[in-house]
């Protein structure tokens, strides 16, 4: 037999085992209640649990259903998922994983995106990983010890850079008022023009005492030389 369904697409020329003239496929899809009937310690289910069962129905009228099993020749039976939403970063952690009813699992990678393979009848979901409470409390203590010591750095440089300004506005300053204080006019010498500054020249005033005596003396000779006549000598400015 073959037959395609729903999610599943069963191969051509797949036996029921053991024979049987009449069988009933019944197909499940569990849906929201997916988590509830197949949990799996350590991941989450990302698609509804669906699955199908084949019974053997040459008989209706019979109290017992009894369930068969099938031969797919080595072809697999195909499930597919077409509204798979695979969140970021997870594609490569994303599984397959076919549920028995004895109540084991079976893991395996995912060959295409949405379509997972099995050799039997059974219910099937497509999981991912969880995060643990470990490497989410890492997570939370990395990220608070990253964001308190950005911010340090930021306060640091912010202080720095205004103690930069505050420094250079100073020297700023000094070197307007220093470039004030010196300023000197200009003058040109032999064809430059060159700094000059105001000259400032004390009168010479003679003093009392042996500078007086000396000069007086020095008058009294040139007196006796020019025939006595010292009119024209004023020792009152001496």
């Not at 037999?1 to 496929?25: C, D, E, Q, Y």
């Not at 103690?163 to 032999?190: C, G, M, N, P, Y």
Request: proline letters at 5%; a positive charge.
């Amino acid at each position: 037999m073959g037959a395609n369904f729903s999610f599943f697409h069963i191969p051509s020329r797949t036996m029921p085992l053991p024979h049987v003239k009449r069988l009933a496929i019944v197909y499940q899809n569990l849906g929201n209640w997916s988590s509830h009937f197949y949990g799996l310690k350590g991941y989450s289910l990302i698609t509804p649990a669906v699955g199908f069962t084949v019974f053997d129905a040459s008989n209706v009228s019979s109290k017992s259903i009894r369930k068969l099993s099938l031969s797919t020749m080595g072809k697999p039976i195909s499930i597919h998922f077409p509204t798979l939403a695979i969140p970021d970063g997870m594609i490569s952690k994303t599984r397959c994983v076919a549920f028995s009813g004895n109540g084991s699992f079976y893991l395996s990678e995912m060959s295409l995106p949405g379509v997972c393979y099995s050799g039997d009848q059974g219910h099937f979901a497509i999981v991912v990983p969880k995060e643990s409470k470990h490497r989410l409390w890492y997570l939370w203590v990395v990220g608070s010890v990253l964001g308190i010591s950005g911010m340090v750095v930021i306060v640091y440089v912010g202080m720095a850079s205004a103690r930069t300004l505050k420094t250079k506005k100073i020297q700023v300053e000094r070197q307007a008022q220093a470039d004030e204080d010196s300023i000197l006019e200009s003058r040109w010498v032999s064809g430059s023009k060159l700094p000059s500054a105001a000259v400032t020249r004390t009168q010479p005033v003679l003093e009392n005492g042996v500078w007086r005596w000396w000069v007086q003396g020095q008058i009294r000779m040139a007196t006796s030389c020019d025939g006595g006549n010292p009119s024209y000598w004023n020792l009152q400015s001496l």
